[in-house]
């Protein structure tokens, strides 16, 4: 694996350039090439590369190895850069294939192209984020416009070349017919011999874009095929925009992952297009070229007959510049649309994040305060329980329990009793921890007050009247209260004649 670590932070277009070079110095600016210097250049090989500008990380891998390698290896690099900080550790890593040179051929473009799909397959099938992908379909878009933008380059020095030489012919013709006056007449001969090399000169320029005929035609149906598709393009970024704005979060990852390959597939068609385009005006400019320069050896004669050699490409080179400029405002358009979608769904997704953490903070809030209520509950529970059966206070004389708080406290604790109510399904109670607890003594409560604290009023009453320590009255009035089922206010007398005995 061939590893390089830029000492400053690079954008995706410098990158991918710095990569096509081999990764070497910078030379200064230079004049074009000679067409025949530039047709000799070695065969164009792609590679995957995953880099990250923020790390400086850059990992590259011949064409026979997987996407999977690049990514890994920076992806590791990143752990052991940044440790346990997560923000640092997973950013976007931009995926790319170095571009060929300005004069590619179709062939190699395709292969680019094939190229630059698997790693947007890689990305896909192995789950990685929109990030990444929007990244990485970034930097692709923006190393195919400076490739266009090279051939651009040297198709202008090319037209420059033919215009100087058409406007030197013309200079010369109109000197030399200044220089005369008169039309120079000529020997049949000599004028039978210029037209034939005038003929062949057209005659071989007619054969070479003969050879090219299919090509153009080629090109022109599959543009047509290409732009018969825009309105379908549209449909489809409407029907993205709106179920981008009606997502939740997990549909928002399937609307960006479609809105990406919507963007890729434009961007790759368009791209295709533009660049045969520019490829096929750059060869017929040099069929051009070639033609002008076989001509000017006859410039002379051409404008001593008056010959008018017409531009044998005019109206092909007018189509291809027509579709180049459709391809690359289409796919500026939608890659356009595309990026304010995924803007808007970022947005949305931010928005839904907030939401959720707001409802998630809302519910912890709840939660809290359901467990900080249940907790005081049960401690009131258990404190209350405790109470509850503890041994009641006695009197001093006759050491017999007090019973008329007792009685408060046995009554107050089954008051809980409704309260305490198992929950419906699927509903929860802060009461229910103590509620618990609390069913476990409803049913001894209600013992003592049936069982327990009657049977203790008729024994105290007993033990008093033997003892002889308290009014008569009194004894029969708590009899007569517990017979009428009166027990609170049987044990408020029974504790009266307590402290009566007491002496108090």
């Not at 931009?94 to 062939?107: F, G, R």
Request: contains cysteine; proline residues 4%.
């Amino acid at each position: 694996m061939k590893r390089f670590t830029p000492r400053t932070a690079l954008s995706g277009a410098v990158m991918a350039t710095l990569l096509s070079l081999g990764c070497g110095p910078t030379s200064a600016p230079h004049e074009p090439e000679p067409l025949a210097a530039q047709g000799q250049r070695s065969a164009y090989w792609p590679r995957y590369c995953a880099f990250v500008d923020r790390h400086h990380l850059l990992e590259c891998v011949e064409i026979n190895q997987s996407p999977q390698v690049p990514y890994d290896a920076v992806f590791n690099r990143m752990g052991n850069i940044c440790g346990t900080d997560m923000t640092c550790r997973f950013q976007p890593i931009q995926m790319l294939v170095p571009d060929p040179e300005w004069n590619a051929t179709h062939a190699e473009l395709t292969t680019w192209l094939d190229s630059q799909q698997n790693v947007i397959a890689f990305l896909k099938n192995s789950n990685k984020s929109a990030e990444t992908l929007k990244a990485t379909l970034t930097g692709m878009r923006d190393s195919t416009r400076g490739l266009v933008r090279s051939q651009d380059r040297e198709l202008a020095a090319v037209s420059n070349r033919i215009k100087t030489m058409i406007d030197s012919a013309e200079s010369t013709v109109k000197a030399k017919a200044r220089e005369y006056g008169d039309p120079v007449v000529v020997e049949e001969a000599e004028v039978k011999a210029g037209m034939v090399r005038v003929e062949a000169t057209v005659s071989r320029a007619r054969a070479d874009l003969d050879v090219l005929v299919p090509e153009v035609v080629a090109l022109a149906n599959r543009f047509a095929a290409f732009k018969a598709t825009e309105p379908a393009t549209t449909a489809s970024l409407r029907t993205l925009a709106t179920q981008g704005s009606a997502a939740n979060l997990q549909g928002l990852v399937t609307v960006q992952l479609d809105a990406v390959a919507l963007a890729h597939q434009e961007s790759g068609a368009a791209s295709v297009l533009a660049m045969d385009a520019v490829r096929l005006r750059m060869q017929l400019g040099r069929i051009q070229e070639d033609y002008v320069t076989s001509l000017l050896r006859d410039k002379e004669f051409i404008a001593q007959r008056g010959l008018v050699m017409g531009d044998l490409v005019d109206g092909e080179l007018e189509m291809l510049g027509g579709i180049e400029g459709y391809c690359d405002s289409r796919r500026r358009k939608v890659l356009t649309a595309v990026d304010r979608l995924l803007e808007g769904m970022k947005q949305r997704r931010d928005a839904l994040i907030g939401l959720e953490a707001d409802a998630a903070t809302r519910q912890a809030m709840a939660d809290a305060a359901f467990l900080t209520a249940s907790q005081r509950f049960l401690d009131d529970v258990t404190a209350r329980s405790t109470q509850l059966w503890k041994v009641a206070p006695k009197s001093t004389v006759l050491k017999l329990s007090f019973l008329s708080e007792k009685f408060d406290q046995m009554e107050s604790y089954l008051q809980f009793e409704p309260a305490c109510a198992p929950p419906a399904a699927g509903q929860r109670s802060w009461r229910e921890t103590g509620c618990v607890a609390m069913r476990r003594d409803f049913s001894r409560v209600r013992t003592w007050m049936t069982s327990t604290l009657p049977g203790t009023l008729r024994l105290n009453v007993a033990m008093m009247r033997n003892a002889g320590t308290v009014p008569a009255a009194m004894l029969l009035e708590v009899e007569a209260k517990l017979a009428a089922g009166q027990l609170k206010d049987a044990a408020t007398v029974h504790d009266a004649a307590l402290r009566k005995s007491d002496g108090l």
